[in-house]
């Protein structure tokens, strides 16, 4: 009977430890059976910004308020540009909340890609100072448009901007550009010494040429007027001076390239009287010349006495004869070398 009651007992064991392994079962199933998805299927991200791998998605400050309750927009530091998702895994990003909404639901890593709203410009310049009213940074693809002034005397040689970018220099307002920005860029801009000319054109003379200085510096051309002619008339180009003088043509700072015309005036003629004046009762006439001989200012004026009964004259000039001399017993001629004002001669 005691047996009978044993056996019994280890059949209900049995089934109770089977009935329990199966409802672990069951419970395991059911389990599995209500895992998510989306534990399944895990889309894994990768955030980039500006090409460069970030620890964690680039996020712009929200939006706050004023002391007065009123919202204060916050300018977006960061734009999405762009994702790529493996497994043919496509998707939208939602700017408004700022994430990204997969189409479907499957194992697939997506590489999110942002970029910066602006960009910061910084200038290196020699020999020019930036305006301090030029912006520092420049809104994502638009040009950015610096004023400089150049030192006094230097132009625009060259710009090197870094990723290769390059920019534009106007003249004419002073003012750098650099086109669709879409990085930081660090500039720098050299400005070098204006290289001037001279051309210098002589009238009624000699010496035409082109001298080179640099800006501020002097230049000195020697020119020299034809015979007969004297007075430098000078007009040069660009609001540039010069004087001549001995010869010599010069510009005491040459400040642009210029062009020089140097025209000598003809000499005016300055005529001169030798007066020759013979005494009453005297034995002597001119034998050549007149009472009144005109001779062109530094040229030579002559006239000769004839003695009419041989004896030798006695002259008496403002101004000495140059060379006297006897052509004969009853002729003598008197020299006036570059006669330069009138004179007055007495014979007796």
Known sequence: MKSKGLKILLIFLVLLTGSMGMVGYMQSKKQQTNKPIEDINKITYEYYLEDELQEKMPINMPNATDE????????????????TCTNDLTGDFDVDNWKFIP?????????????????????????GIEDENNQKTIQREKDGKFIIKPNEGYIFKA?????????????STNT?????????????IDFEIKNLEADITV???????????NYGESITAVIEPNFGYEKAKIDCTNNQTGIFSSNKFTISKLTDNTKCTITFEKTPVVKHTINVIIADNTKYSILSGSESIS???????????KSLDGSEPTISCTINPSRDNIIDSNTYKYTFLNVKSDITCNIK
């Open 68 to 83: 007065n309750g009123n919202n204060i927009i916050s300018e977006p530091t960061y734009q999405f540009s762009r994702f």
């Open 103 to 127: 189409k479907e639901n499957k194992t697939s890593t997506c590489k999110l890609y942002f970029v910066k709203s602006n960009y910061t410009i910084t200038l290196t310049i020699t020999n």
């Open 159 to 171: 710009a090197m901007c870094s990723d290769n970018k390059e920019g534009s220099w106007d003249e």
């Open 176 to 188: 750098f550009t650099l086109n669709a920005i879409m990085k930081d860029i660090t500039c720098k």
């Open 203 to 213: 009238v009624n003379g000699k010496g035409n040429t082109t001298e080179k200085a």
């Open 295 to 305: 001779v062109d200012n530094g040229n030579t004026g002559t006239f000769s006495i």
